[in-house]
């Protein structure tokens, strides 16, 4: 898969991405949205990473800044990556494989 280039191609992979069985494909980001449920005391601050990704995926046009959107996109999910560790909920290999596009330059 090519790097991103451009803020759709950043809401494309956020919004596109799946993990693949044999059985069915699962969207990699509802599963990482489900997980805030599982957090204790930090399911709120998990909730607002996830309802600030939505925001500025979601609010990204061809026109948006892409270094802004993947700056943000970066340091949330490196924010959630943490929360997960934190809680022994994180699935390594998930988010190297949703964040590795977007922390590319």
Same mark, same amino acid.
């Given at each position: 898969?090519?790097?991103?280039? #451009?803020?759709?191609?950043?809401?494309?992979?956020?919004?596109?991405?799946?993990? #693949?069985?044999?059985?069915?494909?699962?969207? =990699?980001?509802?599963?990482? #949205?489900?997980?805030?449920?599982?957090?204790?005391?930090?399911?709120?601050?998990?909730?607002?990473?996830?309802?600030?990704?939505?925001?500025?995926?979601?609010?990204?046009?061809?026109?948006?800044?892409?270094?802004?959107?993947?700056?943000?996109? #970066?340091? =949330?999910?490196?924010?959630?990556?943490?929360?997960?560790?934190?809680?022994?909920?994180?699935?390594?290999?998930?988010?190297?494989?949703?964040?590795?596009?977007?922390? =590319?330059?």
């Amino acid at each position: 898969m090519p790097w991103p280039t #451009s803020s759709f191609q950043l809401q494309q992979i956020v919004f596109t991405h799946a993990f #693949s069985s044999s059985q069915h494909s699962i969207n =990699t980001f509802q599963v990482l #949205s489900n997980e805030s449920s599982h957090l204790g005391a930090d399911e709120t601050v998990y909730a607002s990473a996830v309802t600030r990704i939505l925001d500025a995926v979601g609010s990204a046009t061809k026109s948006s800044d892409f270094d802004i959107l993947q700056s943000t996109l #970066s340091i =949330t999910l490196v924010q959630m990556a943490y929360l997960l560790q934190t809680h022994k909920r994180v699935n390594g290999h998930a988010f190297c494989v949703l964040l590795r596009p977007a922390l =590319t330059v």
